[in-house]
């Protein structure tokens, strides 16, 4: 059981290039999620998903896009990389249902832009 | 709006002595849920520990409890018998109910605790 696997763990990006950050998980999970950690600071939502064709904005959505085409899979996409997109990536999933629907986080993808 | 206060940057204390991260919130919807999280220098995000807005008992996880005070809006996390092993980032973070619980959760700028041999 593997969890949530992102992939790739590090990346560096010149300015303006693009690139996809790949999520998928293998816990059956309905709900899935984007966050980015900035140095030193607490993790901000970007996007998440509650079903595959289903997708809503977080808080910091402004140069990402996502698309969830099966339960499995959450890709995250950055068009004209910008230094200001520099952070450290976490996907995240969880089941949504009664309880307290932890989320479980993939071990994140560190990304730089020059 | 909602949030989620930690205000101690940094944090120090002595192995097998007990400590307490504070963490406060901010939200006008009766139904939440409070959630601690450990992020070890390696960078995962670990779950601690979590706390439903209607329950009637503090949580706790072995050495790991929730003060939680529903009138103070606080929810904080007691380590108790510190290992060195719990020097680590600590987040606290909120998920509001009413909102068709889609689950997302407001992250605290995290506190970092040091454990001294």
């Known amino acids: 059981n593997a969890g949530v696997t992102q992939t790739p763990k590090f990346r560096i990006l010149k300015i303006g290039q693009s690139m996809t950050l790949q999520c998928t998980q293998d816990?059956?999970?309905?709900?899935m999620y984007w966050y980015r950690q900035d140095p030193g600071m607490g993790l901000k939502l970007i996007y998440y998903s509650v079903g595959a064709g289903i997708t809503d904005k977080g808080e910091v959505p402004n140069g990402y896009n996502v698309s969830r085409s099966t339960t499995e899979d959450f890709p995250l996409r950055l068009e004209l990389a910008a230094p200001s997109q520099t952070s450290v990536y976490f996907c995240?999933?969880?089941?949504?249902?009664?309880?307290?629907?932890?989320?479980?986080f993939g071990a994140g993808s560190r990304l730089t832009v020059l | 709006a909602q949030k989620i206060t930690q205000t101690q940057p940094g944090m120090f204390v002595q192995e097998k002595e007990a400590v307490t991260l504070d963490c406060t919130y901010d939200t006008s919807d009766p139904s939440y849920g409070l959630f601690w999280y450990k992020q070890p220098s390696s960078g995962e995000m670990i779950f601690l520990i979590y706390?439903?807005?209607?329950?009637?008992q503090n949580a706790t996880e072995g050495r790991y409890s929730l003060n939680f005070q529903k009138a103070r809006k606080s929810a904080n996390l007691v380590i108790s018998a510190s290992q060195l092993g719990d020097s680590a980032m600590y987040f606290c973070?909120?998920?509001?109910?009413?909102?068709?619980?889609?689950?997302?959760?407001?992250f605290g700028q995290g506190t970092t605790l040091q454990v001294k041999p």
């Open positions: 973070a909120m998920r509001e109910g009413s909102s068709g619980n889609t689950g997302k959760l407001i």
């Open positions: 995240a999933s969880s089941y949504i249902g009664t309880g307290a629907n932890v989320l479980t």
């Open positions: 816990m059956n999970h309905n709900y």
């Open positions: 706390q439903g807005s209607y329950d009637q």
